[in-house]
């Protein structure tokens, strides 16, 4: 749970400049909240070298680290080859708020049943999938996907 709610460090899947991208008000949310962890961004579509002062790299296995946790914004489709990416990195904990489980269709249920069981594979952890995660006002970790402001400190 520690890695979870105090990660060191973030992986933002699915990141990238467009102003409609859903990563990007989970990291809007990071910066707003003060979180002081390293923050890196993958996307294999996009050419941003930087989004918002964030470093982005095009594959997992080009970042410089391993991430204690990574966000995972993509199409459940794509999850579970993601989930395999990251384990094989040494990513072990997750958060994955994209809907397409078993909320939605029987491929839906497919695709959950293999995310779990790549997840169990590499002994990865995760919150989700179709969730709005986790946030942790303490260390300004705020990871869901809506514009959040951190209530004032008083």
């Known amino acids: 749970m520690q890695q979870l709610f ?17 990563p990007r008000l989970t990291l809007e949310n990071l910066l ?5 962890g390293r923050i890196f961004g993958v996307n294999q579509r996009s ?7 964030i470093r982005m790299y095009k594959n997992i296995e080009d970042l410089p680290e391993a991430p204690d946790l ?9 999850i579970p ?8 990195f040494g990513i072990r904990r997750m958060a994955i708020p994209s809907g397409g489980f078993s ?5 839906g249920k497919v695709l959950a049943a293999m995310l779990v069981d790549v997840a169990r594979k590499y002994g990865i952890r995760f ?12 260390n300004g970790l705020c990871l869901p996907f809506v514009a959040l402001h951190k209530a004032p400190q008083g």
């Open 103 to 107: 909320e939605y269709s029987e491929e």
């Open 81 to 88: 080859d993601m989930i395999e990416q990251c384990g094989k």
């Open 47 to 53: 050419n941003d070298i930087h989004v918002d002062g």
């Open 70 to 78: 990574a966000f995972c914004m993509i199409p459940a489709q794509l």
């Open 6 to 22: 105090y990660p060191k460090s973030i992986v933002i899947i699915g990141l990238s400049s467009k102003p409609t991208n859903i």
């Open 32 to 36: 707003r909240w003060g979180y002081r």
């Open 127 to 138: 919150v989700g999938p179709n969730s709005i995660t986790i946030a942790n006002t303490d």
